[in-house]
């Protein structure tokens, strides 16, 4: 058989992937070890969450599939930050983990040219220095024009807990042994990375009495452009918040050179995540703190366990069971599963391009946690954007590579492949510089028309957000186009606001704070008929108008630098006059604009000067 | 778009006019708005204007801007020349005027370098601009950091260190709403904050503008034994310079026995009383006072007599410097040498004969040297620099009062930290600390967090 794409890894990098290039119409492959281990949730039963979710709302606008999944198996969700700003305002759901997982199966089933196959695989096959294929652990050889490598934690993959270490993934299953050795082999620097994830524990094992109930919002959400809400507000189903006592800080002190990370085990190179440190690490670096937050939080509707987020631990089992116990309402609490951490290979990924094709070997990709990221968002989106990009190169088309001021996936693309990683990079908002562009809100307007121009947007989607665009529009005009005269004063008074003198218009009056669009309508001052959502964009451009034109400023210098473009054939030791380490750098990153040069560490302002002058010299006479 | 550079692009010590260069998309509107008759606009192109430079309403200095339009110029963007007429102090206000209306400083060589890049000049002049880069760029970096000195530097990291505390709070409470038991920043907590800060800026503002080698220059001391030669070696080097007179305050400027330039950096030279161990009540005023402008001195010469051995007096005054930064000036050297130098540091040494006025060039070059100025050439990097980091604190002061407008207008306090951010950064750049992963390493150190 002979595929244009093969995609290696069934995780949510791996589903985009295949789903991105068998929508272009590229014959597909995906290769998971286990078939229904396909877009499994092996830690938190959540989506979405700072940052994460406006990704989700990327993924959707640029065609993907995991906002739309999502939206068909939420047991809850909310707008955080909801009282904070609207630029870091991002949803979080609680997703079924059997759902999900089915739906995104059945997605892939009923997409046409894609071919899903149980096999581990453990090569590739390599021709002049292009990757044509890839072999399975059987010696079965399969023959492709790309291959886009989402392997997730499976390269290598130890369980650890306490002083046991297992070679297995996070189901059990099969890892594979040799691929990481053989990237190794073709020129790859391999890094090894840990993360850890916390117990579940049996739902009617838990006294609900001794919790906090947390419920999900009380208006509608979705994450999708697209989608109309499919769960019913009053149906979500509740978390649940504890904290730890002084007997679960005592039992793990007690223990603590029993864990695997401190001391249990003593040939761990893995380097954990810093944002999601194990509770022993919590409790030792945060000594004066005299409890810890954790929740509860369901993971299915179709079976009864509970994950205790904020647990994580490679304590052993014994010692498990009393820090459980420990905690309020969990006295008696039986616990289906175990925490543990998990030590994986990942290759350095300063090694692959921004279209996420490597640098060693070309038409191959990779994508996901193997690229030294953590979390399903993350993942995703490199799964996507792997898959457009090539099915963009089987097209011989140029490569779509986000901005850092278009989107979260472009910050986070950048900072991987410019910045390397230290520990499994999770996206945050302080990522970003743009953070007050890359709205949720505004996703579909940034991102959509890149989806329809790569072909994953049909013609109605985009003719939807063209009209949303229009709307704006209109109303912005409509708005500055009434002008308010002293007589109006009355009602500015009413609404406490200071009166004003003549040709003073609706546009300018909404940027005081107190004016909202509602007010206007209520007052009648206007009495147009426009969607929340039209209103919403149009307030928020208005009322942030200043911080979002400073924002503007900024990164059209940014764009300015992005459009300065570095050869890819260029020698940097030709240029004499570059210091020795930007040269060193420079030629390891390989940066493709002046813009993403001026990112990387260990090059400074002289050495971009001296890079600049080179380039017009040589290239530009 | 590209920034809008500025620069004093002639020699700034002593001569009459100063020219200050603006080169960019913004250079006519950044002018146009720190003058008198805002007409800059409106101006033909290749024209000289009269006009006055305010700051807000007070005159600084009455000048001609030439004005020349994009492309036939330099750099083939717009470029606007300010004559200064009203010296060192003045040149450095003007500049510091239109840094803080939206210039920012140029780097070394960066009018040729856009000249290049705009297909102005030709392959051979950018080789040339590439090695001024280089050489230049670590001198400008090391006095950029080294001109901010070590008090100011250690109030602006203090400074910083809460402002990012504040920053990763902030941050925090937004990427992990969910944990209600971090404090979480309120607007009424960031008033207090953004209030302590602006008081702690303004402090840094009013202890750079009274900044000791701008206004004041350096500090040179001589002591020694009576009758080793320092009024002689005082005559010399006043003769050999125009004396510039400059506003120094307190005691010093009594002892200040005359005010030299040495490339343009203000020399100021001090004689002091001689200093020794004694009893007397009326004469230890005097060595106290002298102690205290030696110990103040930015740069101590010892003298010593050539045609004499080194004596206990001669001793004890080293010791008393040791720990200074000294020279040890050998005068008389044209009479036999008697003195002996084998216990001196042999790399402070500087030969001299103030009589035949020999040497004083070299004690000059000397001189120079230590304070780095000799890398430095025409223009002075270190009132450009100056200027540049109380540019920096006042925009952050622009900053800190759109925070107080946005506190007042109810914003959402993640986009006051947007100009927090700004402080943060633009404090940071005054002392070169621009490590981008700080504010997550912050985050992560300070905040416990996790799944």
Redesign the interface.
Known sequence: MEYEVIVVGGGHAGCEAALACANKNHKTLLVTGRINNIATMPCNPSIGGSAKGIVVREIDALGGAMGKIADQSLLQIKMLNYAKGPAVRALRAQADKITYPQQMLKLLNKTPNLTIKEAIIEDLIIEDGKVVGVITENGENIISKIVILTTGTYLKSDILIGDTRTREGPHGEKPSNYLSDNLKKYGFKIIRLKTGTPQRIAKDSIDFSKTQIEYGDSVYHTFSFDNNPQYKIEEQIPCHLIYTTPLTHKIILDNLNKSSMYGGLDDITGVGPRYCPSIEDKIVRFKDKERHQLFLEPESLYYDDIYLQGFSTSMPLDVQEQMVHSLPGLEHAVINKYAYAIEYDAIYPTQIKRSLETKIIENLYTAGQINGTSGYEEAACQGLMAGINASLKLENKEPLILKRNEAYIGVLIDDLVTKGVRDPYRLLTSRAEYRLLLRHDNADLRLREYGYQVGLIDDEQYQKLQLKKKQINELIEKLKSIKLTPSNNNILEKLQSTPIKDGYNLYELLKRPEITYNKLLDNNLIDFDYSDEIIEQVELNIKYEGYINKANKEASKLINLENKLIPPNIDYNKIVNLASEAKQKLSEIRPTSIGQAIRISGVNPADISILSIYLKKEYNK | ???TIVAISTALGVGAISIIRVSGDEAIDIVNKITKFKKLDKVETHTINYDYILEKDKVIDEVLISVMRSPKTFTKEDIVEINCHGGIATTNKVLELLLINGCRLA?P??FT?RA??NGRID?IE?EG???L??SK?EVSRNLAINQVNGSTSKLIKDLRQSIIEILANI?V?????????IEEMTTEMLGKKISNIEEKIKEIINKSENGKIVKEGINVALIGRPNVGKSSLLNCLLEAEKAIVTDIAGTTRDCVEGTISIDGIIVNLIDTAGIRETNDIVESIGVNKSIDLMNNADLVLLLLNNNEEINKEDLELLNKIKNKNYLIVINKNDLESKLDISKLDESKLVYISALNNEGIDQLKNRIKQIFNLDKIETSDLTYLTNARAISLLKQSLNSITDIKNGLN???????LE?DLKNVWNLLGSIIGDTY?EE??DQ??SQF????
């Open positions: 778009m590209e920034d780097q060589g960066e370098k290049f890049l392959l950018a601009v590439m090695d880069i280089n760029t941050e409470n937004i990427d992990y709403p969910e944990y209600e038991d207008d109810n914003l959402p306090i993640d986009m947007i981008e504010l997550i985050l992560f416990c967090l996790g799944k």
